[in-house]
């Protein structure tokens, strides 16, 4: 769904102009101090800072099904709480709730203490509750009736959603019943604009392929393997202009942005949005989208995982990838901008059906990324790519102890399993019962921080005894 305005992580205001930086082979966010010029601090430039987004689902213990308590964590009325160096706050619906860092970070692997502490924090508040509740994982609730669970936020910002539900029906997958990973990127000028954007758009493609865990809606196997994203590319398509195609269309500047993608998105909207309360960046819907108010990317296509340390890991490879292509030779990074856009999108649409298991075919990796890609034999998976991927990234960064043994438990799954999302299907099938269903997602539930007392799942769902 298009995104609110207090929905990502604040980067400083924008910057008319701004040198790029130096490469750095590091994953991380870099330079702690920001360029200052004439005494005043300058936003930071290009992959110099970010932060990192997790929505999770709020349920009974005991069934699992959704209870809209995000008010009961955050307060009567109060739409973000502070617990620094996070925040919590609330989303579209009363059953999600958001865990982020609202201030800009240089060095992700820091906040990852912080998020697994609160992820836990807000699981050990939910399990106490007269009525026990916890935290359930994964890009949405595997069986949830949006018609008939949905329950709106009620407070600050009603009047957006209103809105949004009056022109688009926000009571369905994709608008009330997902959870995500949201994904913010600093860049400072028009070329880190260009770099940032460029690279982000050729990455994209491949994210379901190790993003991917949401294979299963309204209690069967949706046909995709990303069943969130299947929906997320519709829920708009009253007006087309909102999403594009998920994959953004290539740009050079930020004024060209505002000129081919947001002024056409606002004038799309004005008739059915009269008070221009939805005519804000925030409202566009594509897979990866620029906030020029904090000079930073947003990448919204990433299914949140089963932990958040996996969260924080799949980030720190994402932004390595990145990396490889932002700070790629000028004239090597304007040709591969060139690619067609219907390239990208074959891919993406493969990546979201299949996942891992999707054919790798777009023509620039064995060009940008001939280390990443099996020698010789078949065609190439997008499997084998993020595989060879995860063995650079742990042979070229160093990380911290949790994160670096949440990395070797990938190096040994994901080459035999591929995303959460066909691991679940392995598991379950196309048809499971509800019984398989809640079996196997209670037991995701049970393995986020501060779930460990969950009791034992009874071996039927209570509403199939």
């Known amino acids: 769904m298009a995104s609110s305005p207090s929905d990502q992580a604040r980067t400083p205001e924008a910057s008319p102009s701004g040198n790029r930086p130096q490469q750095t082979p590091d994953s991380s966010l870099q330079d702690p101090h920001p360029v200052r010029s004439g005494g005043a601090s300058q936003p930071p430039a290009l992959l110099e800072a970010g932060g990192i987004e997790l929505e999770y689902a709020i349920v009974r213990a005991d069934t699992l099904a959704v209870v809209p308590r995000a008010e009961t964590l955050l307060g009567s009325g109060a739409s973000e709480v502070e617990h620094p160096p996070l925040s919590w706050s609330n989303e579209l619906v009363m059953h999600v709730i958001e865990l982020k860092n609202p201030l800009p970070v240089t ?61 688009f029906s926000t009571r369905g997958h994709g608008w009330a019943n997902l959870q995500s990973c949201h994904l913010n990127l600093s860049f400072r000028s028009d070329e880190d604009f260009f770099r940032l954007h460029t690279a982000i758009r050729l990455l994209l493609p491949l994210l379901p392929g190790l993003w991917a865990s949401t294979p299963y809606l309204g209690g069967t196997y949706a046909a995709a393997m990303d069943a969130r994203l299947e929906t ?5 398509h009253r007006i087309p202009e909102i999403a594009g195609d998920i994959i953004p269309e290539q740009v050079s500047t930020i004024e060209e942005y505002h000129q081919l993608v947001l002024q056409p998105m606002y004038r799309a909207i004005a ?12 409202l566009n819907s594509r897979g990866a989208i620029p906030k020029f108010s ?22 720190l490879v994402t932004i390595a990838l990145i990396r490889r292509l932002a700070f790629a030779d000028s004239k090597e990074l304007r040709d591969l901008s060139k690619t067609p856009q219907e390239i990208l999108v074959s891919q993406y649409r493969r990546c979201v059906s299949q996942a891992s298991a999707a054919p790798l075919s777009l023509p620039y990796i064995p ?21 060879a991927a995860l063995h650079w990234f742990a042979s070229d960064h160093a990380l911290p102890p949790a994160l670096e043994a949440d990395l070797q438990d990938c190096l ?4 035999h399993r591929g995303s959460l999302a066909e691991t679940l299907y392995q598991e379950l099938g196309p048809a499971p019962s509800r019984s398989q269903l809640f079996q196997s997602y209670r037991r995701l539930a049970a393995g986020l921080p501060g779930a460990e007392s969950l009791p034992p799942a009874p071996g039927k769902h209570p509403a199939e005894q």
């Not at 060009?367 to 595989?387: E, M, Y």
């Not at 040994?412 to 080459?415: G, L, N, V």
Request: overall charge negative; proline content about 10%.
């Open 271 to 282: 008739p059915q949005d009269p008070e221009g309360l939805l005519q804000e960046e925030w």
């Open 367 to 387: 060009r940008i990324f001939a280390d990443l890609l099996p020698r010789g034999g078949q065609a190439p998976r997008v499997r084998d790519f993020w595989t």
């Open 107 to 167: 060095d992700l692997t820091e906040l990852e203490p912080s998020f697994r502490a609160q992820v836990g924090q807000v699981n050990n508040t939910l399990l106490q509750l007269p009525q026990a509740c916890c935290l359930l994982p994964t890009g949405a609730h595997p069986w949830m009736d949006p018609a008939k669970e949905t329950r709106m936020w009620p407070h600050e910002q009603t009047e957006i959603y209103q809105a949004y539900d009056r022109i």
């Open 412 to 415: 040994t799954e994901y080459p």
């Open 294 to 315: 904090r000079n930073s990317m947003e990448i919204r296509i990433l299914d949140l995982q089963g932990h958040p340390t996996r969260d924080l890991l799949f980030s």
């Open 232 to 236: 997320y590319a519709g829920n708009q």
